[in-house]
């Protein structure tokens, strides 16, 4: 009986998985294809229901929030303002659209995924070579596979020559791995499966022919899939906090409401109709109902910022998001390297050589011993370069500054060491042609070629691993070129020094050869070669992400490394860019050993993660994300979207992720470059510091507003402003001073906070403390100037007059005020501000001087015109409040600092 599913199709010989598969190595017949296709299905994806556009919509108008914006908007409708009710519509809907818009980002995900399955595939089918749609394959198809081909399904290799594959974007390896048929053990990691080849992976160079094991959804690739239909979006925190503070202010608003209802109705023996006005009044006053919108302007703002910072947002609140991230998992393999392979080491007998340089360039300086080299007149360099350029089937192009490598990316990095030995030239190895070549196979793991000059000279040049090369050496080169015996011991120590480095590591070997020799055979090089040295090569990190990680590390953000390449590479790695915890390396075995609690622990403990498969990304993040931490996750590949959707802030790359990690993702980088993040989270915790402000400056208005109606309530006094008039200046101010809030420049320190915790509250006693202290102010002063009026007999409607403008400069002050939390208001920077600003100022300023003065408007809001020294004093008591805020903030500053210079003094006395 065939079996269904075997995941260790990789450690099991050729013949057994034959007669597992009931397969035979001429194919399967048509007859036999058709039955196991309907028993199967088809070689593709499952697709999930698609839901109801229309049900979609409607499901974002399920919130609270949106709840209150409703009820004011049917507020203000009932009295008769309908272009507040227009602009509070317009904000519900836009929220709704957003919403509607970036929802179904894991479909996207997904069908991201089924694009790379191939759309044709070469098979034998009835012991003959036909091209059939990779969708119609089933398990026991013989699939036939040459370089450039998209792997269709999973494989088990029955036959493999020189084949290679690029699986980066399923396993992280920065390099295309080596394939071939022998059996590997069961507990090999996905990217140490060489008998296998993965589905949506890339043939790079080779032939082969493989049985399939797997498809569509039974594919590791389909695995990913249903791991990502299955994992939880996480609600952002600011979101989350949105949510419990409407829920929470709504409570309130309705309980002031009925109690003030109550109160005037049966105590004041108020008319119900009357009192019923005044409530619409003081909840038109309680709820910020321009909040969200603007919210989400600070929101948009910041993602036009991020953009010039090479980071596409694509779901506005996880900018916010990124200001609070308090570690980032981030893939190694183009994030914090280039991606590109470099020469960067030489052992010759006796002597080291480190090389300079940047990606494919032929340019760089090398040196021995610290001291730069003359390499034309070193004869163990030349003949390094003459086997680097010569045993070689790749081409370097140059587009402008750029460098590219045509082919694969370890013979690009060695035919720029040729030119960095050759001054940048390769026209040194001209007049040598190649006559004969021994391609590489995984069987023998070197490649050879035979080369002739016009001299009469012919030579043959080998390249490979290092163990496969040194069996077939029975001498080596010195310093000087001359031959010597060959000391096995010192290049086994060589070999284990550049491999615990990091790097990878190839021998090279030459062997002259007869003039007449025009064949190459494997028997011509077996003990008869001569070993010039041992080649280390790595991808190197990028510069810019050291300095970023280095940025990170200040502002308490921990870097965490999780990539699918060796445990070596990755230790080498992260010390070079200054990762912590260097010491210790988690391999994907050591995490699959651990319970979900022993992994949250690890964690914390752990920096370097290597040779992880999709599911140990995925678990690795959801053990950060049960610390409390927020978590940033970074990659570009497939293997990569399971946790980048996880993430609280999933960011793939632009340029070399798959469209897949796009999807799954909050952020893109543009530039694929680690240096990018730290600018995202920079401009993450400026975006979350302008939200904060503008909460800081809205609820305290607002409540101030709601309290004047509040004490007239139950004084029994008379109203000092109208509820036309809080509609007014709730309009006026919450398009124009709130929205400038939104455009702040990050404040000075910006990155030497530490990250704030996931369940850090938006209402902190500290801002509790300022909206009862700053509403407290509005109420004295708004009250002070009203009676201040009455008492010098002017008419109510002058007195209200005096009031709402009282209430505005109280707002603009406020604004200035708020401006800088963390630091001093009083200096030139605070009060020179922003042209947002002050255009902000301008534009509420005329505006009051529009309803105060012009008699047309002054009926619309019962106004009158203010004596100017009136109007002074009003200017002279907002300052007066300026002054009060601001000292009480420099006070409680001041306390913070001292509270933390004393702290370690008061732990010492404890100890």
């Known amino acids: 009986m065939l079996k269904d599913h075997n995941p260790l199709w990789h450690a099991q010989p050729v013949d057994a998985v034959l007669r597992s598969l009931q397969a035979v190595p001429n194919g399967l017949s048509s007859e036999e294809a058709s039955r196991r296709l309907e028993k199967y299905g088809t070689n593709r994806l499952p697709e999930q229901a698609a839901r109801s556009p229309f049900l979609r919509f409607l499901r974002h108008f399920h919130n609270i929030l949106i709840y209150v914006l409703l009820a004011s908007a049917v507020i203000t409708a009932l009295m008769g303002h309908l272009v507040d009710t227009g602009v509070i519509l317009a904000v519900v809907m836009a929220n709704a659209i957003i919403g509607f818009i970036q929802e179904g980002r894991a479909e996207g995900a997904m069908a991201a995924i089924r694009q790379m399955l191939a ?95 797997a498809t569509g ?121 280039r991606n590109e392979m470099m020469a960067a080491a030489l052992v010759s007998s006796g002597r080291e050589y480190t090389i300079e340089g940047a990606g494919y360039a032929p340019a760089g300086m090398l040196q021995a011993g610290g001291e730069p080299v003359e390499a034309s007149g070193d004869p163990v360099l030349v003949e390094f370069a003459r086997a680097a350029a010569l045993c070689n089937d790749a081409s370097l192009v140059r587009s402008g500054d750029d460098w590219r490598v045509e082919g694969d990316p370890m013979e690009g990095a060695l035919l720029a060491l040729a030119g960095k030995i050759s001054d940048g030239s390769l026209r040194a190895f001209e007049h040598l042609t190649r006559t004969d070549v021994i391609p590489f196979d995984a069987a023998w793991r070197y490649m050879a070629v035979l080369c002739h000059d016009h001299q009469g000279q012919a030579f043959a040049y080998v ?150 498969s999709p599911a140990d990304k995925l678990r690795l993040v959801t053990a950060l994300q049960s610390q409390g931490l927020i978590v940033a996750m970074t990659g570009d590949g497939v293997n990569d979207a399971p946790a980048l959707k996880r993430a609280d802030a999933g960011t793939a790359m632009g340029i070399k992720g798959s469209e897949a990690a796009k999807e799954a993702s909050e952020l893109v980088l543009a530039d694929d470059n680690f240096a990018s993040i730290a600018a995202a989270v920079r401009q993450g915790r400026t975006v979350y510091d302008n939200i904060k402000k503008v909460i800081s400056w809205t609820l305290p208005t607002s409540a101030g507003e709601a309290m004047t109606i509040v004490v007239a309530v139950l004084a029994g006094l008379s109203l000092p402003v109208t509820a036309v008039q809080i509609l007014w200046v709730n309009l006026i101010t919450a398009t124009t001073l709130g929205i400038a809030l939104a455009f702040e420049p990050s404040e000075r320190k910006t990155m030497l906070r530490p990250p704030r915790a996931r369940d850090a509250p938006l209402l902190t006693g500290e801002l509790i403390w300022h909206i009862v202290l ?35 400069v109280l707002e603009i002050f406020h604004l200035f005020f708020i401006r800088n939390i963390y630091g001093s208001s009083l200096n030139w920077r605070a009060v020179k501000g922003t042209p947002i600003v002050w255009l902000a100022v301008i534009v509420v300023t005329a505006a009051q001087f529009a309803i105060t003065f012009l008699e047309p408007l002054q009926r619309v809001f019962g106004t009158q015109s203010v004596p100017i020294r009136d109007g002074l004093l009003i200017i002279g008591v907002g300052a007066a409040f300026f002054g009060l805020i601001e000292i009480e903030k420099q006070l409680r500053l001041s306390l913070q600092n001292l509270n933390g210079r004393l702290a370690p003094h008061f732990r010492r006395e404890a100890a």
């Open 463 to 612: 390249k490979g691993a290092p163990e496969a090369i040194l069996t077939m050496c029975g001498d080596q080169q010195d310093c000087n070129g001359e031959t010597e015996p060959l000391d096995e011991a010192y290049w086994s120590r060589s070999v284990e020094t550049l491999a615990g480095d990091g790097q990878r590591v190839l021998a090279l070997a030459v062997r002259t050869m007869r003039q007449d020799d025009t064949v190459l055979n494997t028997s011509d090089l077996e003990g008869k070669l001569t070993l010039i040295g041992l080649v280390g090569l790595m991808d190197p990190p990028r510069a810019e992400a050291i300095e970023a990680v280095s940025e990170c590390h200040a502002a308490g953000i921990r870097v965490k490394m999780i990539t699918g390449d060796h445990a070596a590479t990755a230790r080498a790695i992260a010390a070079q860019i200054g990762l912590r915890n260097t010491g210790r390396v988690l391999t994907g075995a050591d995490i699959s050993d651990l319970a979900d609690d022993q992994l949250a622990e690890a964690v914390m403990e752990t920096d370097i993660f290597a040779r992880t």
């Open 774 to 808: 700053v509403s407290g102010l509005f109420v004295v002063a708004v009250f002070g100037i009203f009676a201040y009026a009455l008492d010098k007999g002017y008419s109510l409607a002058l007195a209200q007059t005096m009031a709402v403008n009282t209430l505005v």
């Open 119 to 213: 759309p044709r595939s070469a098979v034998l089918r009835n012991g003959v070579r036909a091209t059939i749609d990779a969708s119609e394959l089933v398990p026991g198809d013989i699939v036939l596979l040459e370089p450039g081909d998209r792997i269709p399904a999973d494989l088990r290799l029955i036959e493999a020559r020189g084949m290679k594959v690029e699986e980066a974007i399923l396993t992280g390896e920065s390099v295309p791995v080596d394939k071939d048929c022998s059996p590997v053990p069961e507990n090999a990691s996905l990217g140490d499966r060489a008998s296998m080849a993965f589905s949506g992976t890339l043939v790079v160079s080779g032939t082969a022919r493989g049985v399939v094991a």
């Open 217 to 337: 959804g039974g594919t590791e690739i389909g695995q990913i899939s249903g791991m990502l239909s299955r994992v939880e979006t996480l609600t952002t925190p600011l979101v989350h906090q949105m949510d419990i503070f409407a829920r929470w202010l709504t409570a309130f608003i309705l309980l002031v409401g009925a109690a003030i209802l109550a109160f005037g109705t049966f105590v004041r023996q108020l008319p119900f109709d009357e009192m019923f006005m005044i409530v619409v009044g003081l909840a038109v006053a309680a709820i910020p109902e321009g909040l969200p919108a603007v919210l989400t302007i600070t929101l948009a703002v910041g993602v036009q910022a991020m953009a010039k910072r090479n980071a596409i947002v694509r779901r506005l609140p996880a900018i916010e998001t990124l200001g609070s991230v308090s570690v980032i998992c981030t893939d190694k393999t183009g994030t914090l390297t």
